[in-house]
Every structure is written in C-alpha cells, then in structure tokens.
C-alpha cells in the first residue's frame, strides 16, 4: 500500500513537470511569432511614414525637406518605392510622382528632401 502511495504521488510530479513543460514550450513559440509580427508591423508603419512624407514633399517641390525620427531600420529605394527592412521583415510603399533616392540602414532622424523633383532619403 505505502509502495503505491509513492508511486502515484510520483506519476502526479512526473505528469505536472510535463504539463510545465509543454507550457514553456508553447510560450516560447508565441514569443518568437510576436517577434515577428511586431517587426513586420514595425517595417509597415514606417514604410507608411516614410512614403507620406515623401509624397507630401515630392508635391511641394524643389527645395522643401521635412525631420522624420527613425529608431533602427533598413530603406532601400527603387524608382518610386520605398522598402523598409525591420529585423527580417520588409515592407514596402510608393511615392506616386517622384523618384526616390535612399539606401542602407539608418537610425535616429533623417531627412527627407526635394531635390530638383528626386526625393532624397538620409
């Protein structure tokens, strides 16, 4: 009978570890798809930012530049699309009317300038 008792009490502790165990397994995995999405909204809102801006420029003409504050990403531009990089996710956006200049990974403020109808970005 006492034998019993231990080896329940035993089978209890064995399947609580288990059950703590799956538990942190699945907030890890929760934790890393959160990284994620949070990177790829990151990216989106300052591709967002960035293309406004431009296009706010871009229609003001030759000569206007505007101050945007940037934490930590990466802006590669192409023709009339911005695409940002945020961790390793990328998001991008376009500035009807302009071309855009940009490229490399920038932290802290940047400027957004005319120049001659070619938004330049950095």
């Not at 003001?60 to 695409?83: F, H, P």
């Not at 940002?84 to 996710?89: D, L, T, Y």
């Amino acid at each position: 009978m006492k034998g019993q008792v231990t080896a329940e009490y035993l089978l209890l502790v064995a399947v609580g570890i288990s059950l703590l165990g799956i538990s942190l397994a699945a907030l890890s995995t929760i934790k890393d798809a959160e990284s994620t999405v949070y990177a790829r909204e990151k990216a989106r809102m300052i591709a967002g930012d960035v293309s406004s801006i431009a296009s706010e420029i871009c229609a003001l003409g030759d000569g206007n530049s505007r101050v945007y504050s940037l934490e930590s990403a990466g802006l590669e531009c192409s023709g009339n699309t911005v695409s940002v990089s945020v961790g390793n996710e990328t998001a991008s956006s376009g500035v009807p009317g302009c071309e855009v200049e940009c490229g490399g990974a920038h932290s802290g403020e940047i400027s957004i300038r005319n120049s001659r109808g070619t938004v330049i970005i950095g």
